[in-house]
């Protein structure tokens, strides 16, 4: 695996991936997740490390695409879950599991939809 991709984000909420000198897309940030590259995004005029709403932003995106009909039911138990968050919710699964829910993403990471199909499948 490489080392950590830089990526800007810009007061025009520009991407620039600082690797290819290149503006880049949230679609294309999603290609580089999925080759096994890390980022962080970095704002570039705080400074703050925005990486996880930047992913929670592409996955919102991706989700909007979808052709498939989400699973209300699993949304209704994260709001209700005691952060009312994804990461909440999956830190709680890993608790009541003892373990990693990561470690039983396996079967699942060629699908798409592999997280939320993975929370459903432990719930």
Do not use: W
Not at 61 to 74: C, F, I, M, N, P
């Amino acid at each position: 695996m490489s080392d950590v991709r830089i990526i800007k984000r810009y007061q025009n909420r520009k991407l620039y991936d600082t690797h290819q000198s290149c503006y880049v897309t949230l679609e294309e940030i999603a290609q580089i997740i999925r080759e096994g590259n890390e980022i962080q995004v970095i704002d570039n005029k705080t400074k703050n490390d925005i990486t996880y709403i930047t992913q929670i932003q592409l996955l919102f995106d991706q989700e909007k695409k979808s052709t498939r009909a989400g699973d209300v039911e699993l949304l209704k138990r994260v709001i209700r879950s005691e952060e009312g968050t994804f990461t909440g919710h999956i830190k709680a699964l890993e608790k009541k599991l003892g373990g990693e829910v990561s470690e039983f993403k396996a079967p699942f990471m060629n699908n798409e939809n592999s997280a939320i199909e993975t929370t459903t499948t432990l719930n």
